[in-house]
């Protein structure tokens, strides 16, 4: 006699009357919806991360700088001024008399750092030299219009810096009156800066103006024209010490920045493109 055969279990009998799977079936349906899960959080965190990516700027690239406050203009006291020493909490300095809060820069001007003398007192000397023992507004010892000019610079530094703030002046001392007025030393030095700077700007305009081109001239009737075929360039004639003047075209920039080099021919504009002058024949001309 044959042995009965297993019976077949159709998909009809594998339900149940309600319709659900059997209860045998569950943990593959439990382990589905977990891998659903599981892939749907792996996507949302990649989304996230890449739109953190997004907002991260490029390495070395600065952050947008905030708007600094309008300087202020307090008369300090010498007194006022040194209790704003390296000791801190708060650091202010002076140079040419002018005050700065550098608080931020703590690691520098606090005491036991690299720079603690420049702070609670005027140490303008200091900053050309760069020692300690220089932390004064004596400017009787600069010999050279070079030496106030870096003074001009460093107070630009802290101008243009985009922390550090201007808080007012240092009154009574060697750059302002009481009052708050700028002394006579102030202004010396403001000027020995100010030439030093037209020297160096006539200097490198030389360099510049080597290979310009020559004016177009002219000579008739006892007098000359001169003109640039360029329309952004002027005539101008260049003097060089130990040689002959002659014209040259050059853009208005160069022209206005060089009045040691350059000269306005006579009769003529400024800013004129062509113009015509008396015309000397006993003067040398190139």
């Known amino acids: 006699m044959a042995a009965p055969s297993t019976p077949r279990v159709t998909a009809a009998a594998q339900s149940t009357p309600s319709g659900r799977e059997p209860v045998a079936a569950a943990p593959s349906r439990r382990r589905a919806i977990a891998g659903a899960v599981a892939a749907l959080l792996v996507a949302l965190a990649c989304r996230k991360l890449a739109s953190s990516q997004e907002a991260v700027p490029e390495a070395g690239a600065k952050p947008p700088a905030l708007p600094k406050r309008a300087p202020l203009d307090h ?13 801190g909490p ?19 001007y606090s005491e036991g750092a690299s720079y603690p003398y420049f702070v609670g007192c005027d140490a303008s000397r200091a900053f050309q030299s760069g020692e300690a023992a220089d932390a004064t507004d004596d400017l009787s010892t600069f010999t050279e219009d070079a030496h106030f000019a870096a003074l001009v610079n460093w107070k630009k530094f802290y101008v243009e810096h985009q922390i550090y703030t201007q808080e007012g002046k240092l009154v009574g001392g060697n750059f302002y009156t009481l009052e708050g007025n700028p002394t006579s030393s102030l202004e010396a030095a ?6 030093y700077q037209r020297v160096q700007d006539a200097a490198e305009a030389k360099t510049r103006l080597a290979n310009a081109p020559h004016c ?6 006892g007098a000359r024209s001169v003109w640039c075929s360029s329309s952004h360039h002027v005539p101008r004639e260049l003097v060089v010490k130990g040689q002959a003047g002659h014209c040259i075209c050059v853009p208005l920039t160069d022209a206005a920045v060089s009045p040691l080099l350059l000269s306005v021919f006579p009769g003529c504009e400024p800013d004129a493109n ?6 000397d024949p006993f003067k040398r001309h190139a």
Request: proline share 4%; net charge negative.
């Open 75 to 87: 008369l300090f006291t010498h007194e006022e001024l040194a209790a704003h020493g390296p000791h």
């Open 190 to 195: 403001l000027e020995a800066a100010e030439r």
């Open 90 to 108: 708060k650091y202010y300095l002076s140079i040419l008399g002018t005050v700065f809060d550098v608080s931020a820069g703590e690691v520098f």
């Open 216 to 221: 177009g001239t002219r000579v008739e009737h």
């Open 274 to 279: 062509r113009c015509t002058s008396p015309f």
